[in-house]
């Protein structure tokens, strides 16, 4: 049985800065991929950004240069960090973890809310 616990969501003001972090538990495979996707209401789930096990990272265009994602492996665990918030990040924000034999897990979410 895999777990992700997701923490660090709340309520902050336009301009404001929160860090979300997403620690796998229980028997997993060695991870590959470890990302963060959003669903606001009405929205599609969308992609916020990813991290591979190297290092490697992509961003979804809306947050580039605002959002920073950062991994430690050895703790499984993903962090993202935010700031310059807008109203238009509010949302739910899932972790998404997948293992090198493709299995994949999703976290419960956690309700980022930036009022203006």
């Known amino acids: 049985q895999v777990q992700l616990v997701e923490s660090g969501g709340g309520l902050v003001q336009a301009g404001g800065s929160l860090r979300l972090s997403c620690t796998a538990s229980g028997t997993i495979w060695r991870i590959n991929i470890m990302s963060w996707y959003r669903q606001a209401p009405g929205k599609q789930r969308e992609l916020v950004a990813g991290?591979?096990?190297?290092?490697?990272?992509n961003y979804g265009d809306s947050v580039k240069g605002r959002f920073t994602i950062s991994r430690d492996n050895g703790k499984n665990t993903v962090s993202l960090q935010m700031n310059t918030l807008k109203p238009d990040d509010t949302a739910v924000y899932y972790c998404y973890v997948t293992d090198i034999v493709q299995n994949t897990y999703w976290g419960q979410g956690t309700q980022v809310t930036v009022s203006s």
């Open positions: 991290i591979t096990s190297g290092g490697s990272s």
